[in-house]
């Protein structure tokens, strides 16, 4: 069983949906969560990031971690053709780069 | 310019053959890190350095091999080149001091094909 399972889509949505990208992982001990964003033949970089449980937002972005259920979740309002991108979930235990897990990615494309 | 700088870009060789994927940054963070990206496997950890004297072998370290030259620069090497090895490689550095604990930078990339 993978550390972190990642829907990988595609996913195809209109200029102005809300857009829910989730991911699971297996390992309790998960403090940090992430999504990085990567565009076309891009490195990825860091979109939002969370520790512990709970919600955060940062404009049209919500970032929310449930620990019970071991689910993560990243929403985007008022999607615009710029969000299309991959996706991708990371978690650690703890706060160095060596430590991190990533999902494979979800690719999501916003149509005008 | 960026800030994680990867050359080549672009590397087509053959079985056998010795690569070579240079990394440099101006970010000046001391951790430096070798990633490759495979279709549904995502991104996996080749090699990371915490210090230019700090060299750790990451999930899939085999066939691979780095140096640290430099706080700048990471090297990855493959030194007999293998079709598996095929794949897109990221170079990415952190500062464990960033107010995002941990937040990795990424170059733009080195796509390598090995026929």
């Known amino acids: 069983q993978k550390e972190v399972e990642q829907d990988p889509g595609p996913l195809s949505v209109p200029e102005g949906a809300i857009v829910s990208l989730n991911c699971t992982y297996s390992?309790?001990?998960?403090?940090?969560f992430m999504w990085y964003r990567q565009y076309s033949r891009k490195g990825p970089e860091l979109l939002m990031y969370t520790y512990s449980s709970g919600n955060k937002e940062d404009g049209r972005f919500t970032a929310q971690v449930d620990k019970s259920s071991k689910y993560i979740s990243l929403f985007i309002r008022d999607s615009q053709p710029s969000d299309s991108a991959t996706y991708l979930c990371a978690m650690s235990r703890g706060i160095t780069g060596n430590q991190f897990y990533f999902g494979t990615g979800t690719s999501l494309t916003v149509i005008p | 310019d960026a800030d994680v700088t990867q050359t080549p870009r672009n590397r087509i060789t053959k079985t056998g053959k010795r690569i070579m994927l240079e990394c440099s940054q101006t970010?000046?963070?001391?951790?430096m890190y070798w990633y490759r990206q495979d279709p549904g496997l995502g991104l996996r950890l080749i090699y990371y350095s915490f210090d230019v004297k700090d060299i750790n072998k990451g999930e899939i370290s085999d066939g691979y091999s780095v140096s640290r030259q430099a706080q700048a620069k990471f090297s990855l090497s493959l030194e007999s080149a293998i079709p598996n090895q095929t794949a897109l490689y990221f170079c990415a550095t952190s500062d464990l001091a960033n107010p995002n604990t941990g937040e990795l930078f990424f170059g733009e990339g080195s796509r390598l094909t090995v026929l």
């Open positions: 970010k000046g963070h001391d951790r």
């Open positions: 390992n309790s001990a998960f403090q940090y």
